[in-house]
């Protein structure tokens, strides 16, 4: 199946699914999926279900919530149709996708979700779901996401996750590990709960921890006004004030190219790559939260980052077949660390706090991207800082020793600058920094590296700080890329992708690493089983009267 | 260092003086083995001028250059031959594509192995063969081996050559540990166990030459097939040297027969031994011994590597190109030697699988050539004894046959029987040390072992009692 071309970018003009209704420092985000707007026409989004064009609209508002709204602290998501919060993904929709498009929708989708928990968490924004109707699978995944749960009391709206009995898949984005994990839910409840079409209503469900409050139609209108005002008093966002437009990005697309103003990709298709060149900032930076207000959407800091995660979220979906890529920056070290500067100088500002939780989810998604990720650290590169983040993501990494000798005026040699970024700024899914998980159990290692924080680091320095792992000479160089390139074009991505996904997240287990690296195996799994997707399972039995047919042996 | 200097030191069509990260790999390298010859080279006659040959070009002119030199400043040069203009791959999933000019990443792992393997036998060889110049049965016989031995080493520097020219530091790496390992070291050994015993006599020398190195023959001809085309191209000029190295063997082991058969009339007895001779079924049991070891370096029957190395073009088969079939080997179908209780039985598999056993069919019949040969000596002799080459399924450590005991015949045999005839059809400890008790090294010129004939003509035009050694 040719799968239509995905764009991430939209705004709230073009909404179809969404409208974003701002009171004061109250942000109304109600839920109305237009049936026959989906991305695909094989499907109605009937009784709001969704699918990955609805998700892309919510991820959209919970962005520009944060940036282009200072002033709101509580967001309150709900339903916009009669006896209905969200029915979850689309099952039709489901069932015509292929198994990539799943798994790449299901991560998305996790993602938004982290980026609602993070925005009440560390931007202080607080997100409460207003359940006003019946919220099945996805759509009590959603409401779970929220920092709190209120549903509607009257006697038919139910919270539910009805994947396993109905569709004979697992609750996959985060459901179940949201329940026991997030909300504390007792595990054999958790097991009547995952089992239960109809799922849980009213008093029930606030006593098995489901839900947080409930209300009868008379003061379901109270109960929200009481929540915002608890909710907002707890905030420090502030009280209104000038925001940050996230403008249109300046984005050209060709077949095998794809270009930003900071940010530039092009795709070598006979090696499965894409590299990725960073541009470092010419010119001043704001130096202060209020001058990166003003800046808006062109400081560098920004720009950077919104150009960088369009073209992930470009590249996951569009671009599965390039398995590899390559990370590059160039331009003044000095300059990125200028750039770099207010995130440090003017931490308690907003502004300054939103980019760096930007520049986090994005590192972020890098960390949870099926694809080996390789950084090239060249003369004439600016790996600093948040940019050094990009070395350590990395699966693999190669600097060059000394220049290019064959020129008649080698340039001086590569260096790379850890700073303050990575020692906090950017946590991973496990909730450790790059460098820590770097040298998980290693504390001399890690003591060495936070040594040299600060200093421009040449090859034998960062080999000696076990930033990098290979460090050829320019004799070697082509080569060893050319050769690395290739070889990983020739492993199977299946197998590229678990090992990967095994080694990058040492030490603790965290919601995160649970939801994307457990489930989403699990997930994977049964997605590709017949008992879900054969043509006597679940998925495509689902809606046609007949019963799926199961192979009843355990696996 | 200046291009010309360069170029005279280490003799090479490979524009050596252009190419920077070969010269720096070189000069690296190039150090540690002096050093490494020094060590495990030839034990004695080090420092004597022998009449070599010497390759400074790959044209007929350049090939083979003689003259006195004293070894540890023989010019081991890095030649491969002309390139082949427009050449395809002949075989596998590649058949009809270009040849490589460069390692492909996908097959980087594999390459380099393959290339490290058979670079390994090149040092162990010399390794394993370094205390026979003392007890040399002439000054002819210990310029072969001599020429055996530079030789052996050029064979690797040809293959450090492709190491350090394709392979980055991985091939540096792995170029330094084939001066690392040593044959018999028994914590650093050869990587085939065939190239860590020693090779204790000349008549073991000559088998050596005769049966060992052809099994190098028939690595590198099928090497020479690769889609690597810098590896084809090195495979190539060294099978020119390696058929010095058998010649070194067939006439060797030739006129050991030879004497045998002179002192068989001369005493009118088969049992010579006691004259200085070496009978002939002792040379029968070298015979058996040299064959059989030298089977099991083509490995199993069956092999999913050598399978993988086919379909991926990395190894073909012998004159691949003249075969007259589909070269991917996928659909068609041949038999192997199975064993069983009864017998030797076969079973069918796809001429794919079993690529070990069509290479070892090609040398199995390449050396009954010198047999016949050795046999039409003692015919003409008027002696009534006739060589055999044993059964391949005889004395194999590696295949089908591992673990079961047979007959040089190819019958199946209790463990006792093995006991009670293995002195019959292997050398015993008394045969073996009655051919050591002959080794007394000649050092006259024109002079011969007596165990040992002498050759019908001298080198490169140079009488038989030519100085090819100045002792």
């Known amino acids: 199946m040719i799968e239509p071309l995905i764009d991430f970018t939209t705004a709230p003009d073009r909404y179809r699914h969404w409208t974003l209704d701002i009171d004061g420092s109250t942000a109304i985000l109600t839920m109305a999926v237009d049936p026959a707007a989906g991305l695909r026409d094989d499907y109605e989004l009937k009784t709001n279900s969704y699918d990955l064009g609805v998700d892309i609209e919510l991820h959209d508002a919970v962005q520009r919530l944060r940036f282009e709204h200072p002033g709101v602290n509580v967001v309150v998501v709900t339903g916009g149709l009669d006896k209905i919060f969200c029915a979850g993904a689309n099952i039709q929709m489901l069932a015509g996708a292929s198994h990539g498009h799943k798994v790449n929708f299901c991560k998305f989708t996790n993602e938004t979700r982290n980026g609602i928990e993070d925005a009440t968490a560390n931007s202080r924004q607080t997100w409460i779901a207003a359940v006003n109707g019946t919220a099945a699978g996805g759509g009590y995944e959603l409401a779970l996401a929220c920092d709190e749960i209120l549903l509607i009391d009257d006697k038919s709206s139910a919270v539910s996750l009805p994947e396993i009995p109905l569709l004979a898949v697992l609750p996959g984005t985060g459901g179940l590990t949201r329940v026991v994990e997030k909300r504390h839910v007792r595990r054999d409840l958790a097991d009547a709960f995952s089992t239960r079409t109809e799922g849980i209503r009213g008093k029930t469900a606030v006593e098995w921890g489901l839900v947080d409050h409930i209300a009868p139609a008379s003061t379901w209108d109270d109960l929200i006004a009481e929540r915002i005002a608890a909710r907002a008093a707890e905030s420090d966002r502030p009280s209104g004030g000038a925001g940050i437009e996230l403008s249109p990005l300046d984005r050209t697309m060709t077949d095998d190219s794809l270009a930003y103003t900071t940010v530039a990709v092009t795709i070598d298709r006979p090696t499965g790559s894409a590299t990725f060149s960073i541009q470092a900032p010419e010119g001043a930076q704001p130096a202060t939260g209020d001058e990166l207000v003003a800046a808006g959407a062109d400081a560098w800091m920004l720009r950077t980052v919104r150009e960088l995660d369009d073209a992930i979220l470009h590249l996951r979906f569009n671009e599965t077949g390039i398995g590899t890529w390559v990370f590059r920056t160039a331009g003044e070290s000095d300059a990125v660390a200028q750039a770099e500067a207010v995130l440090s100088a003017d931490a308690d500002h907003w502004a300054v706090r939103e980019t760096r939780l930007f520049w986090a989810r994005t590192l972020e998604r890098l960390d949870v991207s099926a694809r080996s990720l390789v950084t090239v650290v060249e003369p004439g590169s600016c790996f600093v800082g948040t940019l050094a983040e990009l070395v350590l993501v990395a699966d693999r990494s190669f600097m060059l020793e000394g220049s290019w000798e064959d020129l008649d005026d080698p340039p001086p040699p590569a260096s790379i600058r850890l700073t303050e970024a990575s020692l906090g700024w950017y946590p991973m899914p496990n909730a450790l920094t790059r460098l820590r998980t770097r040298f998980w159990g290693r504390d001399d290692a890690y003591e060495k590296a936070t040594a040299v924080v600060g200093k421009d680091l040449l090859a034998n320095d960062a080999t000696e700080a076990e930033l990098v792992t290979f460090t050829p000479d320019d004799l070697d160089w082509e080569d060893e890329l050319r050769i690395t390139l290739e070889e990983r074009n020739s492993f199977s991505p299946d197998a590229l992708t678990g090992m990967e996904a095994n080694y990058r997240f040492v030490g603790p287990e965290t919601m995160k690493t649970k939801i994307f690296s457990r489930l989403s195996a699990w997930q994977n799994w049964i997605f590709q089983r017949p008992n879900a997707v054969g043509p006597d399972g679940a998925l495509q039995r689902f809606g046609t009267g007949s019963r799926p047919d199961y192979d009843k042996n355990r696996v | ?471």
Request: hydrophobic share 35%; aromatic share 12%.
């Open chain 2, 1 to 471: 260092m200046a291009a010309v200097d360069i170029n005279a030191k280490i003799p090479n069509n490979v524009d050596l003086a252009g190419d920077r990260r070969l010269q720096r790999a070189l000069e690296q390298w190039q150090p540690k083995f002096v050093r490494w010859w020094e060590e495990l080279g030839p034990a004695a006659f080090a420092r004597n001028p022998v009449y070599l040959r010497t390759a400074i070009d790959v044209g007929q002119e350049g090939w083979a250059n003689f003259g006195h030199v004293e070894m540890p400043d023989y010019r081991w040069g890095i030649f491969l031959s002309d390139r082949e203009k427009d050449r395809k791959i002949a075989f596998g999933d590649h058949k009809g594509e270009d040849v490589w000019q460069e390692v492909p990443g996908e097959y980087r792992s594999d390459l380099r192995r393959l290339i490290v393997v058979q670079g390994d036998t090149e040092p162990a060889s010399v390794e394993q063969q370094r205390k026979l110049s003392l007890t040399a049965p002439s000054l002819y016989d210990m310029r072969n081996l001599f020429q055996v031995n530079v030789e052996e080493g050029r064979h690797l520097w040809a293959m450090v050559y492709l190491l350090h020219g394709y392979f980055g530091r991985d091939g540096r790496d792995e170029a330094d540990e084939m001066l690392e390992r040593h044959s018999g070291d028994a914590d650093n050994p050869r990587i085939l166990g065939a190239f860590n015993e020693e090779t204790p006599d000349w008549l073991s020398f000559f088998m050596f030459t005769y049966f060992t190195d052809r099994d190098g023959k028939y690595q590198l001809a099928s090497l020479r097939e690769s889609a690597f085309d810098p590896l084809s191209r090195t495979c190539e000029f060294m099978l020119k040297e390696e058929a010095h190295h058998m010649f070194v063997g067939a006439s060797g082991v030739g006129r050991v027969v030879q004497r045998t058969a002179e002192l068989i009339r001369e005493h009118d007895t088969d049992d010579i031994h006691q004259y200085g001779g070496i009978n002939l079924d002792v040379l029968q049991k070298y015979i058996n011994f040299h064959y059989s070891v030298s089977l099991d370096l083509f490995g199993s029957e069956t092999s999913t590597n050598a399978a993988n190395y086919f379909a991926s073009g990395l190894k073909g088969r012998f004159q691949e190109e003249r075969r007259d079939d589909d070269h991917l080997l996928k659909s068609v179908y041949r038999t192997v030697p199975d064993w069983t209780e009864s017998g030797i039985g076969a079973r069918e598999v796809t001429q794919l699988a079993a690529l070990n056993e069509t290479l070892r069919d090609d040398y199995s019949e390449d050396c009954q050539k010198g047999v016949d040969r050795w046999n039409r000596a003692l015919e003409e002799a008027g002696i009534n004894f006739t060589f055999r080459l044993a059964n391949t399924s005889f004395n194999r450590k590696v295949g089908t046959f591992r673990d079961h005991h047979m007959s040089p015949d190819g019958k199946p045999i209790s463990d006792a029987e093995w006991e009670a005839n293995m002195d019959r059809w292997l050398p015993s400890d008394s045969d073996r040390a009655h051919v050591l008790s002959l080794m007394t090294g000649v050092s006259e010129p024109g002079k011969m072992a007596g165990w040992v004939a002498p050759p019908s003509r001298g080198i490169h035009q140079k009488p038989v009692d030519y100085e090819y050694v100045r002792v």
